[in-house]
């Protein structure tokens, strides 16, 4: 059994005062990059807490008043590069507790009316021409655009975030909004936004 | 091909320029296209439920 000294005592209450006064004020932007990330609420839930249980494990290394949220946001991005990668290998599988719940659900009266709502959900949700471009991008791109479109991260945060030199997080950015623009040209001119741009 | 202005003007409404800091045009659609896109990326909050997992995580 561990005995808890007065020093470990000590570290724990300063580790507990840095993740609730540091840490966990960043949960909502860490939810949005997660979400944005992943489009998807399980696994946004799934990166946010594997993120935070992960920056306990590893709070002596944080330096205390410094930047949390782009420690947090680096923390976060490896997990889903991780699960990313992971993901792309591994042959499709179909998860055993979703066959149980699907089975469970069948018997349900309400089954019709919660698939029609998530449909709905579903549709709306396609109806999204931006959400789809963005989500279309390449992850190294997406990840650039929402630290700074959605965060206001400064170049060097992001750099330091994904460990990439500042020149690549400029040229990245930039390829990034052209891919985005490409694709959005004909939605947003259908929303009244004009291409007027003019290369002459 | 203009390229060089737009990245200049992207690091420019992104604060990166060193006080560095028809263009007008290239500008206001930049900034357009910019709101365009931060107007579609809705913040999001986590559930209540998530945070008290993750506070009971801690503590056990």
């Given at each position: 059994m561990m005995v808890m000294t007065q020093e470990n005592l000590t570290s724990k209450e300063r580790f507990d005062k840095i993740f609730e006064v540091e840490f966990?004020?960043?949960?909502?932007?860490?939810y949005t990059f997660a979400y944005h990330l992943?489009?998807?609420?399980?696994?946004?839930?799934?990166?946010?807490?594997?993120?935070y249980l992960k920056a306990y494990r590893f709070i002596e290394k944080y330096i205390e008043g410094t930047n949390a949220k782009a420690w947090l946001f680096k923390i976060l991005k490896n997990a889903f590069?991780?699960?990313?990668?992971?993901?792309?290998?591994a042959p499709t599988k179909v998860d055993y507790e979703e066959i149980i719940n699907f089975h469970d659900e069948e018997n349900d009266t309400n089954y019709s009316t919660h698939t029609d709502l998530r449909e709905e959900m579903f549709q709306s949700m396609m109806g999204d021409e931006v959400t789809n471009a963005i989500n279309a991008l390449p992850v190294d791109f997406r990840v650039v655009i929402l630290l700074c479109d959605?965060?206001?991260?400064?170049?060097?945060?992001?750099?330091?975030?994904?460990?990439?030199?500042?020149?690549t997080v400029r040229s990245r950015l930039h390829r990034a909004?052209?891919?985005?623009?490409?694709?959005?040209k004909t939605y947003a001119e259908s929303l009244g936004f004009k291409d007027k741009r003019s290369k002459d | 091909d203009y390229q060089e202005l737009v990245r200049k003007v992207t690091m420019y409404l992104d604060n990166e320029l060193s006080e560095?800091?028809?263009?007008?045009?290239v500008l206001s659609q930049e900034k357009s296209f910019r709101e365009?896109?931060?107007?579609?990326?809705?913040?999001?909050?986590?559930s209540p439920a998530l945070i008290k997992s993750i506070k009971d995580k801690i503590k056990t």
């Amino acid at each position: 059994m561990m005995v808890m000294t007065q020093e470990n005592l000590t570290s724990k209450e300063r580790f507990d005062k840095i993740f609730e006064v540091e840490f966990l004020p960043q949960i909502d932007a860490l939810y949005t990059f997660a979400y944005h990330l992943t489009y998807n609420e399980d696994d946004a839930n799934d990166l946010v807490q594997e993120t935070y249980l992960k920056a306990y494990r590893f709070i002596e290394k944080y330096i205390e008043g410094t930047n949390a949220k782009a420690w947090l946001f680096k923390i976060l991005k490896n997990a889903f590069i991780n699960q990313y990668r992971k993901k792309s290998k591994a042959p499709t599988k179909v998860d055993y507790e979703e066959i149980i719940n699907f089975h469970d659900e069948e018997n349900d009266t309400n089954y019709s009316t919660h698939t029609d709502l998530r449909e709905e959900m579903f549709q709306s949700m396609m109806g999204d021409e931006v959400t789809n471009a963005i989500n279309a991008l390449p992850v190294d791109f997406r990840v650039v655009i929402l630290l700074c479109d959605i965060e206001g991260f400064t170049y060097e945060e992001i750099s330091k975030i994904i460990d990439v030199p500042i020149g690549t997080v400029r040229s990245r950015l930039h390829r990034a909004r052209n891919m985005l623009k490409g694709q959005l040209k004909t939605y947003a001119e259908s929303l009244g936004f004009k291409d007027k741009r003019s290369k002459d | 091909d203009y390229q060089e202005l737009v990245r200049k003007v992207t690091m420019y409404l992104d604060n990166e320029l060193s006080e560095a800091e028809a263009y007008l045009k290239v500008l206001s659609q930049e900034k357009s296209f910019r709101e365009f896109i931060k107007s579609k990326l809705h913040r999001r909050k986590p559930s209540p439920a998530l945070i008290k997992s993750i506070k009971d995580k801690i503590k056990t």
